[in-house]
């Protein structure tokens, strides 16, 4: 997902969507994507890609990163050496980038209105 205010935006955003079984294929695992792990939003149930498994480069967190790592290294990620993480195969459909767009457009909108 990545560092900073819009990553973590996003996980905020994703956790309170109610969106469930997503898929993770990203150049940076960090504690925003372990929590939508944690939370049954990420299981990488339904991807075709990788199907289980969620491919990064490489991680950047907090000790509880580490650790998870440590112990589903085998079940639950997959190395992206062969593979480019920040480029799956399967480009986002017009849809879910829509979808992106929209969600960062409400918490955008929310600011503005919890500001004035």
């Not at 205010?5 to 969507?17: A, H, I, R």
């Not at 050496?81 to 929310?110: D, F, V, W």
């Amino acid at each position: 997902m990545g560092i900073g205010g819009l990553p973590d935006t996003v996980v905020k955003l994703l956790k309170e969507s109610g969106y469930k079984n997503l898929g993770v294929h990203t150049e940076m695992m960090g504690d925003g994507t372990l929590e939508l792990i944690e939370e049954g939003v990420v299981t990488n149930d339904q991807k075709k890609l990788d199907r289980g498994k969620s491919v990064f480069t490489f991680c950047l967190g907090s000790l509880k990163l580490y650790e998870y790592l440590l112990q589903t290294i085998q079940r639950h990620w997959r190395d992206s050496q062969t593979k480019k993480a920040g480029r799956p195969k399967k480009e986002l459909s017009e849809e879910e980038i829509k979808a992106i767009e929209e969600a960062y457009e409400e918490y955008r909108c929310n600011a503005i209105v919890k500001k004035y």
